[in-house]
T-cell receptor, first 117, second 113 residues
Framework: GNSVTQMEGPVTLSEEAFLTINCTYT??????LFWYVQYPGEGLQLLLK?????DKGSNKGFEATYRKETTSFHLEKGSVQVSDSAVYFC????????????????FGQGTILTVHP | DAMVIQNPRYQVTQFGKPVTLSCSQT?????MYWYQQKSSQAPKLLFH???????NEADTPDNFQSRRPNTSFCFLDIRSPGLGDAAMYLC????????????FGPGTRLTVL
């Protein structure tokens, strides 16, 4: 079955530091890949996505590249801000196989990021 | 703005007292999902509707039920809440396309006393 593994957290950084959160996946076919962010007390917001190999998703200074050869989708940001403090979830979208599998997401365990001034 | 709305944001109920959480969407999406999330863990899918078709996850307890009276609304009913059901409940929608991007509501925080 599908699975997503994220690097263990929590991650604590100083403002303007470089961020990498590792994400690897196991899946059949060619799934879509997502990063979601969850701020305290809120729901999940889509941060970026990639739908095929070598696609790069980017948003708000965050980037991730869909690497099929290494089955990875690592999240990076060159200079983090205090406002980036949140929980980050890597997710994999099931390839449509008919029936009830359609549209389901498999989430990683989440990585808590804290950025200090 | 088109969005996913959940009411209430905070719900307190008593052990064993039925509770209903609601979700509405203005995105006109085919698919609506209910997730349970505990303590910054990954959301756990309880069930989803593709239009009127209900799809229950195999490990969702019978205590949890759902209704979708129309495209815009979906309800989560917890028939007899236990202390272990205290969690954040997230509603999400998707167009049902191949990309399967999901749009989440802000969540309802359920407390069971």
């Amino acid at each position: 079955g599908n699975s997503v593994t994220q690097m263990e957290g929590p991650v604590t950084l100083s403002e303007e530091a470089f961020l990498t959160i590792n994400c690897t996946y196991t899946a059949t076919g060619y799934p879509s890949l997502f990063w979601y962010v969850q701020y305290p007390g809120e729901g999940l917001q889509l941060l970026l996505k990639a739908t095929k190999a070598d696609d790069k998703g980017s948003n708000k200074g965050f980037e991730a590249t869909y690497r099929k050869e290494t089955t990875s989708f690592h999240l990076e940001k060159g200079s983090v801000q205090v406002s980036d403090s949140a929980v980050y979830f890597c997710a994999l979208g099931s390839v449509y196989a008919g029936g009830t599998s359609y549209g389901k997401l498999t989430f990683g365990q989440g990585t808590i990021l804290t950025v200090h001034p | 703005d088109a969005m996913v709305i959940q009411n209430p944001r905070y719900q307190v109920t008593q052990f064993g007292k039925p509770v209903t959480l609601s979700c509405s969407q203005t995105l006109n999406h085919n698919v609506m999902y209910w997730y349970q999330q505990k303590s910054s863990q990954a959301p756990k899918l309880l069930f989803h509707y593709y239009d009127k078709d209900f799809n229950n996850e195999a490990d969702t307890p019978d205590n949890f039920q759902s209704r979708r009276p129309n495209t815009s609304f979906c309800f989560l009913d917890i028939r007899s809440p236990g202390l272990g059901d205290a969690a954040m409940y997230l509603c999400a929608t998707s167009r049902g396309t191949r990309v399967n991007e999901q749009f989440f509501g802000p969540g309802t925080r359920l407390t069971v006393l």
